[in-house]
C-alpha cells in the first residue's frame, strides 16, 4: 500500500499525511502476533490497512481538519472510532483530505489543495471524504473511514465508484466531539465492496459510555446481511428527485437501469416517495447553528483565510433566531412522521446519490442543475441531505457509468436502525452488477 500510495498519491492528492513509520512498525507488530497466536485471538482486521479522514483525531498522526487555523495539531488521544479500528487489528496508513472543517461537497483546502477524480482528474472526486474515496478507487487502501453530514460519505462514493455508508445516528459512536447528541454528523465505513463495508462496520460499531447516544446493535449480522443477498418479494420505491431537485438526465437514467435490476431480484418495484415538502427549510438552520455552535471562534483570526461558503454558513448560525430554530426542528418532526408513514408500506427507496455527475475541479459547486440555478453550496446533494434529516440508513453502491465514463451511484435507504436489510440490498445489487473489478486508468 505505501509502494502504491507513492506512485499514484502524488497524481491525485488523496492523501494529506502518510504514516509510514507508524503503519510499518504496525505492521511489524501484525505479523508477530501472527506467529505466536491462534487465528481466533486475532482482530477480525488484523493487519489490514485502513485510512482516516482528517476531520478525525489520530494519536501522534497529524490531524487539520483540512484547515490552516490547525495546521500542526498532532493529537494526543484517538477518536473512539481509530481506537476501535486498531484494537479489531487495522493499520492506520494515513489521514485523507477533506474540505475545510469538512464543509462542503468538493475536496479542496487552502492547505492542501484539490482531491482529483481519477476517473477525470480535472474534476472533483465529491466530499467531504473525498480523499477517503479516491485512495480506494485507486488502490491505496482497501478500507476508509469517513464521516457524513448532508452526504459526505455517499456524494464521494458516488463520483469514484465506491462504496459509502451512512449508518442511522448512535450505530457508531462518535467521541470526541462538541455536540455529543447530535444526530446530524456520523462516521462510518468505506469500502470498494459490500461485505468488506460491513466487516468494518461490525468492527467499530457498538455503544459507548462517551457517546451518548449509542444505541445497542448485534454487529454479527451485517457481515451474514452481505453473504445472504436474498430480498426476493421486497417491496422498493425509486424515486429520481425526490420531488425536491432537477436531477441531471444521465445520472437519473444510469441510476434508473440500477433500481429495475431489483425487479430481476424478484422485488416489487414502485415509482414513489414520500412527501419531503420544505425539506430545505429543515436542513438549513440546524447546519447553520452547528457551523456557528463549533466554529464561530475562529472567524476573529482566520476568517480572510477560510473558505467563503464556510464564512457564509457561520454568519446565517449567528443571526439565526429561537423562533427559527424551532420551527426547523418542529418541521422535521413532521417529515419523520411522513417518511415513517412511507416505509409502512415499502421496505426500501431508491434515489440517485446525488443528482449530478462530478464537475469541474475549480468550482466549489455546480452553478445549475440541468438548467435551474444552484441556490447554495449544499443545494445541489438535497438527495442525500433529505434522508440525513431522517435519521435513516442509506448506502451509496456504484450504480454504472454514464457513456463517457464517468460513475454514478445509487442510493439504497432502509428502515429506522434497518441496516442489515440495506446491506443485504447492496449486496444482491453487487452480485447482480459486479463492479469492483473496474479500476480508474492509472498507472
Known amino acids: 500500500m505505501l509502494t502504491r500510495i507513492d506512485r499514484v498519491n502524488p497524481v491525485v492528492n488523496a492523501f494529506v499525511t502518510v504514516a509510514a513509520d507508524q503503519a510499518r512498525e504496525a505492521a511489524r507488530d501484525a505479523d508477530a502476533a501472527a506467529m505466536r497466536r491462534p487465528r481466533d485471538d486475532l482482530g477480525p482486521l488484523h493487519g ?85 474515496a479516491v485512495a480506494l478507487a485507486t488502490g491505496m487502501g482497501p478500507l476508509a473511514q469517513g464521516s457524513d453530514t448532508g452526504g459526505s460519505l455517499r456524494t464521494p462514493a458516488s463520483f469514484c465508484g465506491v462504496i459509502g455508508f451512512r449508518t442511522s445516528p ?4 462518535v467521541y470526541p466531539t462538541p455536540l455529543a447528541w447530535d444526530t446530524y454528523s456520523v462516521a462510518g465505513p468505506m469500502a470498494r465492496t459490500v461485505g468488506d463495508t460491513a466487516l468494518m462496520l461490525a468492527a467499530v460499531a457498538g455503544p459507548g459510555d462517551r457517546a451518548p447516544i449509542s444505541i445497542p446493535i448485534n454487529p454479527a449480522e451485517w457481515p451474514e446481511a452481505a453473504r445472504t443477498p ?20 444521465e445520472v437519473a437514467r444510469v441510476a434508473e437501469e440500477a433500481a429495475r435490476t431489483f425487479l430481476d431480484l424478484g422485488c416489487a418495484l414502485e415509482e414513489d416517495h414520500p412527501d419531503f415538502t420544505g425539506v430545505r427549510e429543515v ?36 443571526t439565526l433566531t429561537a423562533t427559527e430554530w424551532g420551527k426547523a426542528e418542529m418541521a422535521r418532526t413532521a417529515l419523520w412522521h411522513r417518511v415513517r408513514t412511507f416505509f409502512e408500506r415499502y421496505d426500501l427507496l431508491l434515489t440517485p446519490t ?4 462530478p464537475f469541474p475541479i475549480e468550482w466549489d459547486y455546480p452553478p445549475e442543475i440541468h438548467g435551474h440555478r444552484v441556490e447554495s453550496y449544499i443545494d445541489w446533494f438535497l438527495l442525500t441531505y433529505a434522508i440525513t434529516v431522517t435519521g435513516l440508513p442509506a448506502i451509496s453502491v456504484p450504480a454504472g457509468w454514464t457513456a463517457d465514463g464517468l460513475p454514478v451511484g445509487l442510493q439504497i435507504v432502509g428502515r429506522r436502525r434497518g441496516e442489515a436489510a440495506v446491506l443485504r440490498a447492496a449486496a444482491a445489487l453487487e452480485a447482480a452488477r459486479p463492479w469492483a473489478a473496474r479500476r480508474p486508468p492509472l498507472a
Open 283 to 318: 436542513i438549513l438552520p440546524p447546519r447553520a447553528a452547528r457551523m456557528a455552535s463549533v466554529h464561530a471562534g475562529l472567524l476573529p483570526t482566520w476568517r480572510d483565510q477560510m473558505f467563503p461558503p464556510l464564512v457564509w454558513n457561520i454568519e446565517q448560525g449567528l
Open 354 to 357: 446525488v443528482a449530478v455527475l
Open 230 to 249: 436474498n430480498v426476493r418479494g421486497w417491496r422498493v420505491a425509486w424515486s429520481a428527485d425526490l420531488g425536491i431537485t432537477p436531477v441531471e438526465p
Open 170 to 173: 448512535g450505530v457508531v459512536p
Open 48 to 132: 489490514v490497512p485502513v485510512s482516516i479522514k482528517d476531520l478525525v483525531l489520530t494519536k501522534g498522526i497529524r490531524t487539520t481538519f483540512g484547515s490552516r487555523a490547525f495546521a500542526d495539531y498532532i493529537p494526543t488521544e484517538d477518536a473512539l472510532i481509530v481506537q476501535r479500528l486498531r484494537e479489531a487489528g487495522a493499520i492506520i496508513l494515513g489521514k485523507t483530505n477533506t474540505p475545510e472543517l469538512g464543509a462542503g461537497g468538493n475536496t479542496k483546502n487552502a492547505l492542501f489543495g484539490a482531491t482529483r477524480n481519477p476517473w477525470r482528474l480535472s474534476h472533483t472526486c465529491g466530499g467531504s471524504s473525498g480523499g477517503a
